[in-house]
Nanobody
């Protein structure tokens, strides 16, 4: 059974940085781990994804160049380094695991396991 636990959220001023962590258990080399986020009143949106089987590291256009996804396979951790944060990055950030094909990495319906979420608040 796959389990995911996020941590690292918090409140920062615009321009600041945060690193989110996702502790994974029960995942295999075939699993893709992704970050999604959901702001109040908005739909959940894709942020970034990482896979052991492919070098693909897709990012949402809105975070490209500012966010970096990485993983430590030995520790079963996936990270999201967020730099140059903007108020529009404010959301609950979720870690998710699934087995989508590369072309479906951004589709939330392809992920069967989700963490509880961690709040990120960026003030102007």
């Amino acid at each position: 059974q796959v389990q995911l636990v996020e941590s690292g959220g918090g409140s920062v001023h615009a321009g600041g940085s945060l690193r989110l962590s996702c502790a994974t258990s029960g995942t295999s080399s075939s699993h893709v781990v992704a970050w999604f986020r959901q702001a109040p009143g908005k739909e959940r949106e894709f942020v970034a994804a990482i896979s052991r089987r492919t070098s693909a590291r897709p990012y949402a256009d809105s975070v490209k160049g500012r966010f970096t996804i990485s993983r430590d396979n030995g520790l079963n951790m996936v990270y999201l380094q967020m730099n140059s944060l903007k108020p529009e990055d404010t959301a609950v950030y979720y870690c998710a695991a699934g087995q989508p094909i590369v072309s479906a990495f951004r589709d939330s319906q392809m992920y069967h396991s989700w963490g509880q979420g961690t709040q990120v608040t960026v003030s102007s």
